[in-house]
């Protein structure tokens, strides 16, 4: 009985997936403490008469607040290689990038930060996804 040994093909690109990784984390914790702010601390924000896209500041700050959650789980599961979490990542990292536009006008200058970061976890998922999946092996 012979063993033949996987050879893998790691290149250097994987760094993005780790960067996109870490970057979903602290995407992730940063939403979570902007919708804890816009929960319990609501003057903090500017806010314009009526609301913000249906709901209020309060509204989307529990918005924030559960979609940093699942941030945060999801850039753990493409840290440590799981596929279908790169999957996930792309779409929730899209729907992050929506509601920052939406949030925009409350945050503006936060909100662009966020929106191009989202941009860079984007090109290394979807770019660099191949290396992710040798590494993960």
Avoid at 26 to 46: D, E
Avoid at 49 to 66: E, K, Q, R
Wanted: a neutral charge; charged letters at 5%; zero cysteines.
């Amino acid at each position: 009985m012979t063993y033949q040994a996987r050879q893998q093909h790691i290149t250097g690109w994987v760094g993005w997936v780790w960067f996109a990784g870490i970057m979903l984390i602290l995407s992730g914790l940063f939403n979570a403490v902007s919708g804890l702010y816009g929960i319990f601390y609501r003057a903090v924000y500017v806010q314009a008469a009526g609301s913000l896209l249906v709901f209020d500041v309060t509204g989307w700050g529990w918005i924030h607040l559960l979609l940093g959650l699942v941030l945060i789980a999801t850039g753990i599961a493409v840290s440590i290689g799981q596929t279908w979490a790169r999957v996930v990542a792309v779409v929730l990292v899209m729907l992050n990038a929506l509601t920052q536009l939406i949030w925009i006008s409350v945050n503006p200058w936060w909100s662009l930060a966020v929106i191009a970061v989202d941009v860079l976890v984007l090109y290394a998922l979807i770019v660099h996804g191949r290396e992710a999946k040798e590494l993960s092996g």
